[in-house]
T-cell receptor
Framework: KAGVTQTPRYLIKTRGQQVTLSCSPISGHRSVSWYQQTPGQGLQFLFEYFSETQRNKGNFPGRFSGRQFSNSRSEMNVSTLELGDSALYLC??????????????FGPGTRLTVL | KNQVEQSPQSLIILEGKNCTLQCNYTVSPFSNLRWYKQDTGRGPVSLTIMTFSENTKSNGRYTATLDADTKQSSLHITASQLSDSASYICVVSARGNNRLAFGKGNQVVVIP
């Protein structure tokens, strides 16, 4: 079974631009979560989608948004990029059987650099 | 203050030696605690998941312990290998909303 895939793997943008990142979950997984990872802050939760609906949201400004499609693929958008948005953006999917121990499987991430 | 604190922040160990990583949390009510391993340039990979009733769980040379009373967990690496060089992240889930709290990771470097 193929793992979680993210595209693109690397991205360089300038301040003020907007960016869209894509995530394809493991086949059959309906829950997709997005995280931002920086050396100083570690992993921070952005949002979670389940069956095309945002189910949970972290404490990020409205410039960060996402959506999920009917095939469970998800996109994350960041508008008006700032230097501080430079980070590794990770996507994770889970089968979401309703168990608290459902395992999240992470993709390799998209490395975003804002100049 | 972060709800999950990990120590030490980084450590260097000789190949073949054992090491123990610590995770203290304040998340309440507690649902489960996970340890992830993240190799450089890759996404985290789940090592163990423990619920309130479990106090130890192993995955090969990795053994995690949990003391839900003191809100502490440890990850013990036995007979370390060069491939164990990675960041180890402790993640605690709250019961009810399943919100996740992340530690900043323990950076482990294994040298020959």
């Amino acid at each position: 079974k193929a793992g979680v895939t993210q595209t693109p793997r690397y991205l360089i943008k300038t301040r003020g631009q907007q960016v869209t990142l894509s995530c394809s979950p493991i086949s059959g997984h309906r829950s997709v979560s997005w995280y931002q990872q920086t050396p100083g802050q570690g992993l921070q939760f952005l949002f979670e989608y389940f069956s095309e609906t945002q189910r949970n949201k972290g404490n990020f400004p409205g410039r960060f948004s996402g959506r999920q499609f009917s095939n469970s693929r998800s996109e994350m958008n960041v508008s008006t990029l700032e230097l501080g948005d430079s980070a590794l953006y990770l996507c994770a999917s889970s089968s979401d059987r309703g168990l608290s121990t459902d395992t999240q499987y992470f993709g390799p991430g998209t490395r975003l650099t804002v100049l | 203050k972060n709800q999950v604190e990990q120590s030490p922040q980084s450590l260097i160990i000789l190949e073949g030696k054992n090491c123990t990583l610590q995770c203290n949390y304040t998340v309440s009510p507690f649902s489960n605690l996970r340890w992830y391993k993240q190799d450089t340039g890759r996404g985290p990979v789940s090592l163990t998941i423990m619920t309130f009733s479990e106090n130890t769980k192993s995955n090969g040379r990795y053994t995690a312990t949990l003391d839900a009373d003191t809100k502490q967990s440890s990850l013990h690496i036995t007979a370390s290998q060069l491939s164990d060089s990675a960041s180890y992240i402790c993640v605690v889930s709250a019961r009810g909303n399943n919100r996740l709290a992340f530690g900043k990771g323990n950076q482990v470097v294994v040298i020959p």
